[in-house]
């Protein structure tokens, strides 16, 4: 037994070696001045000199702890939204035993790891958050990125298409059992889910009784496909406008 523990014992020590360097390295990159620069008078969750390992590990810092200008829209697009939902989140947090959440649609787990991150940072609160996507090579980064991160225990990762996920199913792959009590899932969220996704997770959030539900819909374009085609077969009808400029 001891033996198996070494291995990891030893991984676990890398790790905070590299989250201590990164952090060292983002306090001294980040002066007033480039704070400033970034956020201007705003105030976020998970700013770069105190989650350098979590935006590190998502790829959203260099190795010096500098974001890339190609990556200030993803940073800023998902810390705002954890910042609209930390309020509800906390309130929900403070009145369950263990909040669960679940990412529909989770793609590169941005969302998913702020979250969880602002779980174990912010809110202090017992939390399981759970993100779902259809790309097993997709899934595969995530738990990468959220074991570098050291939130892997937090925050698991699972495929499945959204339109037959069994959550307690899922739940139970991922942490081990599934939930024993209340709903499902407590709180459901999506951003970006891209076609139909969005739509998918809502009815999921829906029929599970979801306590909240927080979405910002992608693009539709298995409906502008089709919208499309309608305008090539000459389509006419109350529809007509729509499917002639599909979105």
């Not at 198996?4 to 790790?15: V, Y």
């Not at 998902?78 to 930390?86: I, R, Y």
């Not at 649609?105 to 790891?113: F, I, P, Q």
């Not at 992608?218 to 109350?238: H, K, Y």
Request: hydrophobic share 45%; aromatic share 6%.
């Amino acid at each position: 037994m001891a033996a198996d523990r070494e291995p990891k014992r030893r991984a676990a020590e890398t790790r905070e070696r590299w989250a201590a360097s990164i952090t060292a390295r983002a306090r001294e990159h980040w002066t007033p001045q480039r704070r400033q620069g970034l956020l201007g008078g705003m105030r976020l969750l998970c700013p770069p000199w105190e989650a350098a390992p979590l935006l590190r590990a998502l790829r959203l810092l260099r190795g010096d702890a500098s974001m890339p200008p190609e990556s200030v829209r993803k940073y800023m697009q998902v810390s705002h939204m954890a910042t609209l939902l930390e309020p509800p989140l906390r309130r929900l947090a403070e009145s369950v035993p263990r909040l669960r959440l679940l990412d529909a649609g989770c793609g590169s787990s941005y969302l998913t790891l702020v979250l969880a991150w602002c779980a174990r940072r912010r809110w202090n609160r017992p939390v399981e958050i759970l993100g779902v996507d259809r790309d097993p090579t997709v899934i595969r980064r995530c738990r990468r990125s959220a074991g570098a991160a050291g939130l892997d225990d937090l925050a698991r990762f699972d495929v499945g298409e959204l339109g037959s996920l069994d959550a307690a199913g899922a739940w139970a792959r991922a942490f081990g059992a599934a939930p024993a009590e209340g709903p499902v899932v407590h709180v459901l969220v999506a951003l970006h889910a891209c076609d139909t996704a969005s739509d998918e997770a809502l009815a999921l959030g829906v029929s599970w009784g979801a306590e909240l539900i927080a979405a910002a819909p992608c693009c539709q374009a298995e409906l502008a496909r089709g919208w499309a085609d309608l305008a090539d077969a000459g389509a006419s009808g109350p529809f007509g406008p729509v499917s002639r400029s599909p979105p």
